[in-house]
């Protein structure tokens, strides 16, 4: 599965996903958007680093971990409805992001935004 492209999740029961996703480094799109009881991604999170499209929409994380900024081929992110979500300070460190779709309400937003 070292070769894997898409990972559709979507409308699953899952909290978190394995360490072991970070193996998956040939990954260019990652949904997990509608899995109401997801709360975390991995610190292996950071070895993904040609995913381009990430959707959690109506996930139930509380904050991205700060290695998103290792992604460094993220163009997309939908952070919609998020029943939790807190903080967008690490934001700043996605360089190339050109999509971020944002559809909730959040306690702190980077000022290194905009």
């Given at each position: 599965?070292?070769?894997l492209?898409e990972?559709?999740l979507?409308?699953?029961?899952?909290?978190e996903?394995?360490?072991?996703i970070?193996?998956?480094?040939?990954?260019?799109?990652?949904?997990v958007?509608w899995c109401l009881?997801?709360?975390?991604?991995p610190?292996?999170?950071?070895?993904?680093?040609?995913?381009?499209?990430?959707?959690m929409?109506?996930?139930?994380?509380?904050e991205?971990?700060?290695s998103?900024?290792y992604?460094?081929?993220?163009?997309?992110?939908?952070?919609?409805?998020?029943s939790?979500?807190?903080n967008?300070?690490?934001m700043e460190?996605?360089k190339?992001?050109?999509?971020?779709?944002?559809?909730t309400a959040?306690?702190e937003?980077s000022?290194?935004?905009?």
């Amino acid at each position: 599965m070292k070769f894997l492209k898409e990972l559709l999740l979507n409308q699953i029961g899952i909290k978190e996903l394995p360490s072991s996703i970070g193996y998956l480094t040939s990954l260019d799109i990652l949904d997990v958007s509608w899995c109401l009881k997801f709360q975390k991604l991995p610190n292996s999170f950071a070895n993904m680093r040609r995913l381009r499209k990430l959707y959690m929409r109506g996930t139930n994380i509380k904050e991205l971990p700060s290695s998103i900024g290792y992604l460094e081929s993220l163009e997309a992110l939908d952070l919609s409805y998020f029943s939790n979500f807190e903080n967008f300070l690490e934001m700043e460190k996605t360089k190339f992001l050109k999509d971020l779709l944002v559809e909730t309400a959040i306690k702190e937003l980077s000022s290194n935004i905009g």
